[in-house]
Each structure stands twice: as structure tokens, then as C-alpha cells.
């Protein structure tokens, strides 16, 4: 059959543009549908806006420091549309420095703007036009879960958080996952009361445990008020004056009176509306299931991206996008496994990791090492006032491989993907304890933990 484009891309996020961009390279006609901005979350309400608001409560951090270095400023105060524009701006710019128009021309990616449906297993509906191409690659992302409560349409969820109108008094924000953790950093430093709900035993469940516990502790010290292992979210209901938010806790019901109710309890793909079964494509509940060459159960319809479930980040979005392109134009040859994937978020302090945690290194070999340095040891953390944390390398009982690094703490994303550089290289840990490092960066404390984990 004669198709009208060799590859089809729903969604113009980062998975998306990936996928359009390799594909058009390969020589494919290739077209994009996006229905609302191309950039996807991670631009437009995700990653980017998320990292604005983490600067303005550093900045809010840093003012009111500021007369420890005997700068004398007013008590800082926020002008809540003041950072939304700012927020807007940014995100306008950043689009600006990706160039997707003038990549898509001088690639020839056309794009059709709209809601996608499948309506065959080549054939997609937009706009009222049928579009039929050989490989569809569905890079349709994922939205906010809103939790099935009375009230739960008072909720915010992570995406209009930007649309508040005022910068609330008082907020509980319902899961501490990399989203929730962010959010509680960033309406803390801004002044409003914070209370943070999750269902887990802990906050941040896929970080290392003593990570995640730092964390906790340093919410926990600025006036945070985190309660894990709850048993539920009962209700939220309006007030003249705010939100009851009901929970459960050991059996018992509590509530409290709040500004604003923020949701982060999850992050499902966008299937409603897509018409998987009109394509046949089978979606496991919030997420569509591929093979390791990015596969549905319909092997022209390849997934990247969140939508497939398997890791929810940019940095996975992209090669999984390219992954899939390739496939569909080349055949399905290539892989990209995930094993070496730094991740991290931007709270106070900073967390990160990449590789195994020291839990998991444990349950395959309990005689692996786990050496951790405190910030305080080095001389950068020191000399910002920045002391809080540490750096965890894992290595194996021969102490040879790097199995994983973890840390929390000033620049932990920064220091935590240079350690996955190594990785990646497949550098050994005499290796990585000889490499120089420049003085004094908050990346030394890598020399140190190489050293402190050779020496045993
Ligand atoms: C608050 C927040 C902060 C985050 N911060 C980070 C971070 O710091 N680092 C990090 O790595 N990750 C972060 N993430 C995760 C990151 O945003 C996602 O992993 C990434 O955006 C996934 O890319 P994607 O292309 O798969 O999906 P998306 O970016 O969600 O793009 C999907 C696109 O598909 C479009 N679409 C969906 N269905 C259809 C359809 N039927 N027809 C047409 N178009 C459709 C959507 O409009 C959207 O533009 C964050 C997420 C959130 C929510
Ligand atoms: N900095 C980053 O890299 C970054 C930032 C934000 C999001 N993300 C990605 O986006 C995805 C979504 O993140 P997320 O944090 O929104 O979702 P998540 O699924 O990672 O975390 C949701 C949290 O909500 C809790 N939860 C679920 N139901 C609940 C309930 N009924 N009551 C209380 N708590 C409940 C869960 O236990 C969990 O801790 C993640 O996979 C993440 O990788 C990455």
C-alpha cells in the first residue's frame, strides 16, 4: 500500500521531536501531530517551568542569607504574576534555543496540528483528515492522575500550577515523588505552610534510602510537615475560606484547612481518546507495554517516551525517540537499555543518582561497599555554607566497578551525572580515584569517595 508518510509521530515533546528529527535524517517523510505546543511537558509544564520556580526559591534562599555576607536587603516577599511571567518568558526562550520551526524545515518534517486517533493500524484521524503512514511512533506522553475522591476537581495538578492565582498561605501537596518533592521545595521557600502526603513509606521511593531520608529531614527542619505511609486520601472538600483535606492515618481520619490542594500522585499515559483498539494496540492500565526495540503488540507501532512506562524522563525520552525511529526506518535492530540513567530533582538540597542504589547493589551481592562522603569534607560545600549532604559511591566487593553513586547536596544532579560519565566510559574505580579534579569544585567530593572506597 501507498503510504502517506513512512513514519507518523503523536506528540511533538521531547520523545517526539526526537523520533521526527532521526527519522527525517534517516530520509523518511515524516510528519509530526502535536494538539497543543511542541516541546511537549517537559517545555512547556514540566521540566522547564519546575526549574524557574527551583531558581525563585533559590533566590529567595540566597536573599535571605544575603546578610551573612554582609549584604543588607529588605525581607523578600513574593509578586506571584511577577514569577509566572518570568516562568512564561523563560520557557518562550528555551523554545526559541531548540529551533524545532527550522529544524522541521530543513529536515522536511510536516507538522499537523491536532488531536490524533487512530482509526486503523496505519491510519490516524486529525483535524477530520485521514493520514495513513507505514510506522506510527506514539510519543503521546502522560498527564497528572487526579485520584478518584470526593472534591478531587479542587485539586491542582503539576501542570497548572502556574495557573494559581495567588501564591497560597497554606498547601498540601499528595505524593513525594520527584514532582511532589520539587513542589514542596518550591511553595516552602516562598513562604507558604507546606504539608506533604504519601501513601509510600517514604518520600522519593526510587532514590537511595539515605538520600531520600536527608531530604526528609531537611523538609522536616524547615517547618515541612511530611507524613508517609498514610493509608489514604479520603475527600477534599470546598470551604468559604479554603480546603478540608481529609486523610487517613493509622485508621483514623484527620483533615486540615488549606489554601490550595496540589496532586502529584502519579503520572498515567494520555490514552483517552487515542483509539488503540481501532489499531489493536494493547495498553496495559496507564501505560502502553513495548518490547525491547520499542514495540507494541503491533510491530509497525512503536512507543517512546513516558507513554510506554518504562522511565519517565527526558534523558530517556530522546534516545528512546531515536531508538524507535531507527527501528521503524531501518528495522528493528537496536536497543537502549536504561541501566546508566543519571536522574535527580532540584529541592533544598538537591538530590540525585544514577545506577543501582545501595539496596539494590545489596540484594545481588551482599558484599558490595558503600562508602559515603559528607559534604562537609570538602572544601567548595564549605565555603558556599552549602554542608548539608553527602556523596554514596557503591562499588563491588573487589572494589574494581562502580555500580552506583547517590548523593544530596549542592550541585548533586551536576556531580552525579560526572560519575555517570565514568560509568559510562566504563572507567575502574583506581581510575576515577586518580582523575584530577579541579579546586575547589563541588565535583572533587568524587576524588574523595573514590579514594575512601579503594582504601576500604
Ligand atoms: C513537573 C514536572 C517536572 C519534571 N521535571 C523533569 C526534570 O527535571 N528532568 C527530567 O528528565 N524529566 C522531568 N519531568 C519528566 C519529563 O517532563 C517527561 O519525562 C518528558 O516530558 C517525556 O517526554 P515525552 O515526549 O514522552 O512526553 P511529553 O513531553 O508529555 O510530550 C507528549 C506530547 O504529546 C502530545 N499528545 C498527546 N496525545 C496526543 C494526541 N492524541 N494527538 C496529538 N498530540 C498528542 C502532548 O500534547 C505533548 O505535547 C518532569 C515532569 C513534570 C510533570
Ligand atoms: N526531576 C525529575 O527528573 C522529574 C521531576 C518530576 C517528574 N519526573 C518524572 O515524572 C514522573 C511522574 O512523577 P510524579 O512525582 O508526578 O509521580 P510518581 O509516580 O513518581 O510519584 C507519585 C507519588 O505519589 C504517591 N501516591 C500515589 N497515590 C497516592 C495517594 N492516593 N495518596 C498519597 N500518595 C499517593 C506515590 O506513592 C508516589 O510517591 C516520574 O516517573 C518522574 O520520573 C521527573
Known amino acids: 500500500m501507498d503510504y502517506l508518510f513512512d513514519v507518523l509521530v503523536i506528540g511533538g515533546g521531547p520523545a517526539g521531536m526526537a523520533a521526527a528529527t532521526r527519522a527525517a535524517e534517516l530520509g523518511a517523510r515524516t510528519a509530526v501531530v502535536e494538539r497543543s505546543a511542541l516541546g511537549g511537558t517537559c517545555v512547556n509544564s514540566g521540566c522547564v517551568p519546575t526549574r524557574v520556580l527551583a531558581k525563585t526559591a533559590r533566590l529567595f ?8 555576607y554582609g549584604i543588607v536587603v529588605a525581607e523578600p516577599s513574593v509578586d506571584w ?7 512564561r518568558s523563560t520557557v518562550a526562550r528555551v523554545l526559541e534555543a531548540k529551533g524545532y520551526g527550522p529544524t522541521m524545515e530543513r529536515l522536511g518534517i510536516e507538522l499537523i496540528e491536532g488531536d490524533a486517533e487512530l482509526t486503523g493500524a496505519h491510519t490516524i484521524s486529525v483535524g477530520g483528515r485521514e493520514v495513513t503512514a ?5 510519543c503521546i506522553g502522560g498527564s497528572g492522575r487526579r485520584l478518584p475522591i470526593d472534591g478531587a476537581e479542587h485539586a491542582v495538578l503539576p501542570h497548572e500550577v502556574l495557573r494559581l492565582e495567588s501564591l497560597p498561605g497554606s498547601v498540601a501537596i499528595i505524593g513525594g515523588g520527584h514532582t511532589g518533592a520539587q513542589l514542596t521545595t518550591i511553595f516552602d521557600a516562598m513562604g507558604s505552610n507546606v504539608l506533604l502526603l504519601d501513601l509510600a513509606p517514604r518520600i522519593l521511593m526510587t532514590e537511595d534510602e539515605d538520600v531520600a531520608a536527608t531530604v526528609t529531614a531537611s523538609f522536616r527542619g524547615k517547618g515541612v510537615q511530611v507524613e508517609t505511609g498514610i493509608g489514604g486520601i479520603d475527600s477534599i472538600r470546598k470551604e468559604s475560606d479554603g480546603l ?16 490550595a490542594v496540589l496532586m502529584a500522585a502519579g503520572w498515567p499515559a494520555n490514552l483517552a481518546g487515542l483509539g488503540l483498539d481501532a489499531a489493536g494496540v494493547q495498553a496495559a492500565r496507564s501505560f502502553i507495554p513495548v518490547d525491547e526495540y520499542l514495540r507494541s503488540n503491533i510491530p509497525h507501532i512503536f512507543v517512546a517516551g513516558d507513554a510506554n512506562g518504562s522511565s519517565m524522563l527526558v534523558q530517556a525520552a530522546v534516545f528512546e525517540g531515536e531508538t524507535a525511529a531507527e527501528n521503524a526506518v531501518l528495522g528493528a535492530t537496536r536497543t537502549t537499555p ?5 536522574e535527580g530533582g532540584f529541592t533544598d538540597p ?7 542504589t545501595e539496596a539494590k547493589a545489596r540484594e545481588r551481592d551482599a558484599e558490595c561497599h558503600a562508602v559515603t562522603v559528607p559534604y562537609a569534607a570538602v572544601e567548595r560545600p564549605i565555603i558556599d555554607d ?10 563491588d566487593r573487589r572494589r574494581e566497578l562502580i555500580l552506583g553513586a547517590h548523593a544530596v547536596g549542592e550541585n548533586a544532579v551536576e556531580v552525579i551525572t560526572a560519575v555517570a560519565s565514568a560509568m559510562a566510559a ?3 574505580l583506581a581510575t576515577l580515584a586518580r582523575v584530577k579534579f579541579a579546586y575547589p569544585t563541588y565535583s572533587a567530593v568524587i576524588g574523595h569517595a573514590a579514594r575512601s572506597a579503594l582504601r576500604g
Open 244 to 259: 478540608t483535606l481529609t486523610w487517613t492515618r493509622d485508621g483514623e481520619q484527620q483533615s486540615l484547612l488549606v489554601d
Open 386 to 395: 552549602r554542608e548539608q549532604g553527602f556523596l554514596k559511591l557503591v562499588v
Open 350 to 356: 538537591d538530590y540525585a543518582g544514577v545506577g543501582l
Open 81 to 87: 504574576d511577577r514569577t509566572v511571567q518570568r516562568v
Open 338 to 342: 536504561h541501566h546508566l540513567l543519571p
Open 61 to 68: 534562599r540566597e536573599v535571605r542569607t544575603a546578610y551573612d
Open 426 to 428: 566504563g572507567t575502574d
Open 134 to 138: 507505514a510506522s506510527i511512533i506514539l
